[in-house]
C-alpha cells in the first residue's frame, strides 16, 4: 500500500510542477468562438448569506459589459454557485465549475475557510483563481500558489497600520482588543502582534452567534485603546455601549464595519465621533462623495442595472470595485483569453484608478507581487462623515 | 468587585433578551406540545414587518400592536398549511417540517428585506444612560414589557375556559375532542399566540442587538437553554431560566475560561444542572403510568 | 425540536416491522451481488466530479447511518452528531498531518475515540429524554466547533485556519484515478460499516434497542439492561458517524471549525428524516437527498435557494411522513399482499 504523504508546501510545489491525470491541455477551456465561461462561488443561502449581493452585482456588471458588446469579441457568461459557506460544498462546486460547467477561470470566490478548501485544488489544476471575495493573508504567495491571487487589502495589514499609529500616539498605552472568534478576527490579532511583539494586549473574543458583546466591553473596559475587529452588528453594539459606559478609549474600527449606513447610524451617529478605521473604499452614504464623479459612475450602474437594490450596502461598492478590475484584465487579455493569459495578464496591472476607491488608491499587480490594494488612508468618524487624515498608507512594512 | 457587579448587570440584561424568547418557546409547548424550530425567524420576520410599518411612517404603537395582529394571522396560518397536514406523522417528521420551515422563513426574510444591519426602534426612551451605562431604558421597559406578558399568559392559561381548553387539548387530544374542544382550532390558536409573543420578544430584542434577518439565529440556543433551565412547561421557570443563563454565561466568560468557550462552560452547566434535576429546576416531574 | 408528550422512548416513532421471514439464500445472495454491482459500476461510468459529489453522499449516508441507530433504532433523539462527524474528520487529519500516517491506520482510531466520546455523552443522556437530550446533543454541536479553535489545542487543531491533507493513491498500482479510489474506499468502508449494523439490528441486541425504544419499561420488566443497551447504542452510533467524518476529511482534503457548524447535524437528521427513521436502506437515500436536493434547489431559483430547499423537504415529507423507507415499505406491503 503506498500512500503518499506529503506536507502541504511540499505537496504545493510537486502539484504545481507536474500534475498527473488531468485533461490535455485544450487551447482555452472555457472560451468559444462567442462567449467566455467565468464561475464562482458564493453563500446564496444560509447564515451569512448577505454577501450574496456581491454576486448579484458582478452579473450586472457582466451584463452591462455584454450590453456594450462584450470583450474581445466574445460575451461574458458568468456562473455562480451556491455553497452556503461551507468548505465541501465549495471544493464541490468549484469542482462542477471546472470539471463539468469547464469554466476558462473562477473569480471572486466568498470566504477564507472556503477559499482554503479549494486552494490547491485551483493550483494543482492551473485555474486561475482571481480576486478572492476575502482578505486573508495568505493569497499573495506566487512562488507557491501562482494561480491564486487576492483583491483586498489583508485584515493582517491593516491592523499593523493600526498598531504602528497607537504607538505613534499613545506609546504608553493599554490595548485592548475585540475580536470575532474566526479566522478574520485572528487575523488582527496576528496583525497587532507583528508590531507590538511582547507589548501586553488584552483581548476578549466573541462568537459570530452571539446575540450581545455587552460583557466583553465591561471585561476590557478601562484600556486606553480599544481595536475591534467586528462585523457591522457587533461593531454598531460596541460603538454604542463603550460611549454609553463612558468609556472614552482611542477606538479602531475595522474597515469591514464603517458603513455610515449599516454601522455609524445604527450606533448612534453622536457616539461614534473619534473613531478611526483605514479604508481604501468610499462609503456611498457618506456626504462627502455626493457628488462625486466615481460614485456618480457606480449610482448610475445601481439604478439601470440593478433598480431594486439596497443603496446603502457597502458590498455594492466593493464588488463594483472587483468587478472593474477583472474587466480591465479581461480587456488586457486582447483576443487571448487562454488561462496562461489570463493570470499574466491579472498580475500585471499597471496602477489604475477605481471608481469606489478613495482618491490615491490605485489597483496594481506585478508577477512577484499579488496584494493588488496595497494602499489604504487612515480615517477619523467626526460626527457626520469620514475624514481622512496623514498620507496615503502603503503597506506596514513591519 | 466592580467588575463582577458590572458583568452581573450585563448579564441580566441580556438575559432579559433569552427570558422573553424563552417565554414564547414555553408558550408554544404549553399550547401544542411542541418546540419550535422556527420560532426565531418567525420573530425576525415579524420584527421586519414591524420595521416596515414604521418606515411606512406609522407611529410605534400601531405597528406594534399591528404586528402582534398580523403575526397571531401568520401562526395560524402556518398551523393550518404546514403543520395540520403531518400532525399524526411520526414526531421527527414533525422536526424535519420545522427544520424545512426555519430554511423558509430565514432566507425568504434576507431575500426580501435585504441583509444590512437596521435601526428597530424603541418606544423607551432616556436622557441618560442608567446604572453606569450597562443598562438603558429600553432594557428596563422591555423587562416590564416581558414580565406582563408573563402575567397575561399566566392569568390566560389559569384562569379562562380557552386556557384550560387549550392546554387540554396540547395535553390529551383525544379525551379534550371527547369532552368537546375543537382540538384543531385550538392548536391553529396555541401557533398564533406563540408567533405573537414571540414578535413582542423579538421587537424587544431588535432595538438592543439591531435588526438583521440572522438576529435570532444565536439567540434561539441561549432561550431554549433558557427554557428548560427552568422547566419547558413552567413560564415563570423559563424567565428565570433565561435571566440565569445570561448571567452564568458572563460570569464563566469572565472568570473561568476566556470568553472563547463562554457558550460551551454555560452548556455545560445546564446540562450538568439538568442530569440532576431532568424536568428543569422548576418543572413539573410527569410520571407516566405503565 | 419537537419530541412531544415529553416521555422517553415514545412509541410516536414509527413502529418499524419486524426484519420479514427469511428469503431463500439465493435471493439474498443475488441481492447482494446486485448491490456490489451497482456500487462498483459507477467508478467505470461516471466522470470524476460525478464520482466525487457520489463518493460524498456514500460518507453523508454513513453519517445518517450512524445517527439512525441511535435516533431511529433506539428512540434517543441526537441533534448533534456533527460533532462526532467532527470529531472522526480531525482524528484522521491530525494524524495524516502532524504525525504522517497513511489515511487506512487512523481508521480504527478515530472510530475508538468518537465511540468512547459517544459513550460518554450517553451517560447523561440516560438521565434525559426529550427536549432535554434534544438540547444536550445539540450543546455539543455548537461547541465542538469553538473547542476545536481553542488556542490551548491551535498546535494540533490548526485553530481557525483549519488543517490540509492528502487523499490516498490507489496502491498496488491499479491503474485508478485518486477519484476513483477514494469513492472505492468510501463504498468499501461504508458497506462494511452497513453490513455490521445490518447484522446488529436483526440480532438479539436489534430488538433489544427497538424494545428499549418501544416501551422501556417493559423491556426492563424482561431483564434488559437499560442503561448498557443505551450507551452502547450512542458509542455505536458515534463511531459509525466518526467514520464518514474520516472519509469525509480526506475526501476534501482539508478541515476546518467552519466544515463542521452545527448545520451539519442539522442536515444529518434531515437526511434520518427524509430517508425513513429506523431504516438501513433508508441511510442511503438521505445521503443522497442531502447532497443532491440543494443543487436542484439552486437550479430552480439562485435568487433563494435555501427557500426552494425548505419547500421541497417540506413537500417531500407531506408526501412521505415515514420518508423514502416508509414508500419502500408500503410498495413491499402491496407486492406481498397480491403476492
Known amino acids: 500500500m503506498t500512500i503518499q504523504r506529503r506536507t502541504l508546501i511540499g505537496a504545493a510545489a510537486a502539484g504545481t510542477l507536474a500534475v498527473p491525470r488531468l485533461a490535455p491541455a485544450q487551447d482555452a477551456p472555457g472560451v468559444t468562438a462567442t462567449e467566455i465561461r467565468i464561475g464562482s462561488t458564493n453563500a446564496l443561502s444560509g447564515p451569512v448569506s448577505a454577501y450574496s449581493v456581491i454576486s448579484r452585482c458582478l452579473e450586472a456588471m457582466f451584463r452591462r459589459l455584454n450590453d456594450q458588446g462584450g470583450v474581445g ?116 490579532l496576528n496583525g497587532l502582534k507583528d508590531v507590538l511583539g511582547n507589548r501586553p494586549l488584552t ?109 446603502t450596502d457597502n458590498n455594492y461598492t466593493y464588488a463594483y470595485g472587483a468587478g472593474s478590475t477583472m474587466i480591465q484584465v479581461l480587456r488586457q487579455c486582447g483576443t487571448d483569453f487562454s488561462r496562461e493569459n489570463v493570470m499574466r495578464q491579472a498580475t500585471n496591472i499597471a496602477p489604475m484608478d477605481i471608481a469606489t476607491l478613495l482618491p490615491g488608491i490605485r489597483v496594481q499587480t506585478q508577477p512577484d507581487n499579488y496584494h493588488v490594494i496595497r494602499q489604504m488612508q487612515l480615517q477619523r468618524w467626526d460626527g457626520r462623515s469620514w475624514v481622512r487624515f496623514g498620507n496615503v498608507i502603503e503597506g506596514a512594512n513591519v | 468587585m466592580d467588575g463582577l457587579a458590572h458583568q452581573i448587570v450585563a448579564g441580566i440584561a441580556t438575559g432579559g433578551i433569552y427570558a422573553s424568547v424563552a417565554l414564547a418557546i414555553v408558550m408554544i409547548y404549553q399550547a401544542t406540545h411542541h418546540v419550535n424550530f422556527a420560532q426565531g425567524e418567525m420573530a425576525t420576520l415579524s420584527c421586519f414587518i414591524a420595521w416596515s410599518m414604521v418606515q411606512a411612517g406609522l407611529p410605534y404603537w400601531v405597528a406594534f400592536f399591528g404586528t402582534i395582529v398580523v403575526s397571531f394571522a401568520i401562526g395560524v396560518v402556518v398551523e393550518r398549511i404546514l403543520i395540520r397536514p403531518v400532525a399524526n406523522a411520526p414526531v421527527l417528521t414533525m422536526v424535519g417540517v420545522f427544520i ?44 416590564v414589557v416581558t414580565l406582563t406578558v408573563l402575567t397575561l399568559v399566566w392569568a390566560f392559561f389559569r384562569f379562562t375556559k380557552l386556557g384550560l381548553a387549550m392546554r387540554a387539548a396540547a395535553y390529551n387530544p383525544r379525551s379534550s ?66 435571566f440565569a443563563v445570561g448571567v452564568l454565561e458572563n460570569l464563566a466568560g469572565a472568570y473561568v475560561v476566556g470568553t472563547e468557550l463562554k457558550l460551551t462552560v454555560a452548556l455545560a452547566i445546564i446540562i450538568g444542572v439538568l442530569v440532576v434535576r431532568p424536568s428543569g429546576l422548576f418543572g413539573r416531574v410527569v410520571f407516566s403510568r405503565v | 425540536m419537537s419530541v412531544s408528550k415529553g416521555l422517553p422512548a415514545d412509541a410516536a416513532i414509527a413502529a418499524i ?17 446486485l448491490g456490489l454491482a451497482a456500487a462498483i459500476a459507477p467508478i467505470f461510468v461516471l466522470e470524476s466530479f460525478h464520482l466525487f459529489q457520489l463518493t460524498m453522499a456514500v460518507i453523508m449516508a454513513l453519517a445518517v447511518l450512524g445517527l439512525n441507530i441511535v435516533t431511529g433504532y433506539n428512540g434517543q433523539i441526537s441533534l448533534g452528531h456533527g460533532a462526532f462527524f467532527a470529531v472522526g474528520a480531525y482524528c484522521t487529519a491530525i494524524l495524516m498531518s502532524h504525525f504522517d500516517w497513511s489515511f487506512w491506520p487512523t481508521l480504527p482510531i478515530s472510530a475508538a475515540v468518537c465511540a468512547g466520546l459517544g459513550y460518554g455523552v450517553g451517560f447523561p443522556a440516560l438521565r434525559l429524554a426529550g427536549h432535554y437530550l434534544a438540547l444536550t446533543t445539540f450543546s455539543l454541536a455548537v461547541a465542538v466547533p469553538q473547542i476545536l479553535k481553542h488556542k490551548s489545542i491551535e498546535d494540533w487543531t490548526g485553530g481557525v485556519q483549519g488543517l490540509f491533507l492528502v487523499k490516498p493513491d490507489a496502491p498496488f498500482g491499479l491503474p485508478l484515478s485518486s477519484d476513483q479510489w477514494m469513492y472505492l474506499v468510501a463504498v468499501i468502508v461504508a458497506g462494511a460499516c452497513f453490513l455490521l449494523v445490518w447484522n446488529l439490528i436483526r440480532s438479539r441486541i436489534g430488538r433489544a434497542l427497538m424494545a428499549t425504544r418501544d416501551h422501556a419499561t417493559a423491556a426492563e420488566a424482561m431483564g434488559m439492561d437499560i442503561g448498557s443497551l443505551k450507551t452502547k447504542a450512542f458509542a455505536l452510533s458515534a463511531m459509525i458517524t466518526g467514520i464518514a467524518g474520516s472519509l469525509s476529511a480526506v475526501a476534501i482534503e482539508f478541515v476546518a471549525p467552519d466544515s463542521f457548524s452545527f448545520g451539519v447535524s442539522i442536515t444529518l437528521f434531515v437526511g434520518m428524516v427524509v430517508g425513513g427513521v429506523a431504516s438501513i436502506l433508508g441511510s442511503l437515500f438521505g445521503g443522497l437527498f442531502v447532497l443532491f436536493v440543494p443543487n436542484i434547489a439552486e437550479a430552480i431559483s439562485k435568487a433563494a435557494p435555501g427557500v426552494i430547499y425548505g419547500v421541497i423537504l417540506i413537500l417531500f415529507l407531506f408526501l412521505l411522513p ?3 423507507a416508509g414508500l419502500l415499505r408500503r410498495i413491499a406491503a402491496k407486492l406481498r399482499g397480491r403476492g
Not at chain 1, 478605521?277 to 449610482?299: F, H, I, L, V
Request: hydrophobic letters at 45%; a neutral charge; glycine letters at 10%.
Open chain 1, 73 to 188: 469579441g466574445r460575451k461574458v457568461s458568468f456562473t455562480v454557485y451556491d455553497d452556503a459557506y461551507q468548505p465541501p460544498r465549495t471544493l464541490e462546486q468549484t469542482r462542477r465549475l471546472v470539471e463539468q460547467d469547464r469554466v476558462a477561470f473562477l473569480f471572486n470566490s466568498l470566504g477564507t475557510p472556503t477559499n482554503n478548501a479549494i486552494h490547491r485544488y485551483v493550483n494543482q489544476r492551473k485555474v486561475p483563481h482571481l480576486f478572492l471575495a476575502t482578505g486573508a493573508d495568505k493569497w499573495a504567495q506566487p512562488k507557491e500558489f501562482p494561480w491564486t491571487i487576492g483583491w483586498q487589502p489583508s485584515y493582517r495589514t491593516e491592523a499593523q497600520i493600526y498598531a504602528k499609529h497607537i504607538l505613534a500616539e499613545r506609546p504608553q498605552g493599554r490595548i485592548a482588543l475585540l475580536y470575532q472568534n474566526d479566522d478574520f478576527g485572528k487575523d488582527y
Open chain 1, 203 to 311: 483581548t476578549a473574543t466573541y462568537e459570530a452567534t452571539d446575540p450581545t458583546i455587552d460583557s466583553q466591553i465591561v471585561q476590557l473596559q478601562g484600556h486606553d485603546v480599544l481595536v475591534c475587529a467586528t462585523t457591522p452588528r457587533f461593531a454598531a453594539q460596541a460603538i454604542r455601549r463603550v460611549f454609553d459606559i463612558g468609556w472614552r478609549p482611542m477606538m479602531f474600527m475595522t474597515n469591514v464595519s464603517v458603513s455610515v449606513g449599516a454601522v455609524m447610524q445604527p450606533a448612534g451617529v453622536e457616539k461614534g465621533v473619534g473613531l478611526i478605521t483605514s479604508d481604501y473604499r468610499k462609503d456611498q452614504t457618506d456626504p462627502a462623495w455626493a457628488t462625486d464623479a466615481g460614485m456618480n459612475e457606480w449610482r448610475d450602474f445601481m439604478r439601470r442595472y440593478i433598480p431594486d437594490a439596497d443603496l
Open chain 2, 100 to 143: 424545512g420551515l426555519l430554511l423558509i422563513v430565514g432566507n425568504a426574510t434576507g431575500w426580501i428585506f435585504g441583509y444590512t444591519t437596521k435601526v428597530f426602534p424603541s418606544p423607551f426612551t432616556s436622557d441618560g444612560p442608567l446604572l453606569g451605562g450597562l443598562v438603558s431604558a429600553h432594557e428596563l421597559g422591555s423587562t
Open chain 2, 177 to 242: 375532542r371527547l369532552v368537546g374542544i375543537r382540538v384543531g382550532w385550538m392548536l391553529a390558536l396555541g401557533w398564533g399566540l406563540a408567533a405573537a409573543i414571540g414578535a413582542v420578544a423579538g421587537m424587544m430584542v431588535a432595538p438592543v442587538v439591531f435588526l438583521d434577518p440572522t438576529m435570532m439565529l444565536g439567540i434561539l440556543l441561549y432561550a431554549f437553554a433558557g427554557a428548560l433551565l427552568g422547566g419547558i412547561d413552567n413560564p415563570m421557570g423559563a424567565v428565570l431560566g433565561g
Open chain 3, 17 to 33: 416491522p419486524l426484519p420479514a421471514a427469511a428469503t431463500p439464500a439465493w435471493q439474498r445472495i443475488a441481492l447482494v451481488l
Open chain 3, 322 to 324: 415515514d420518508g423514502f
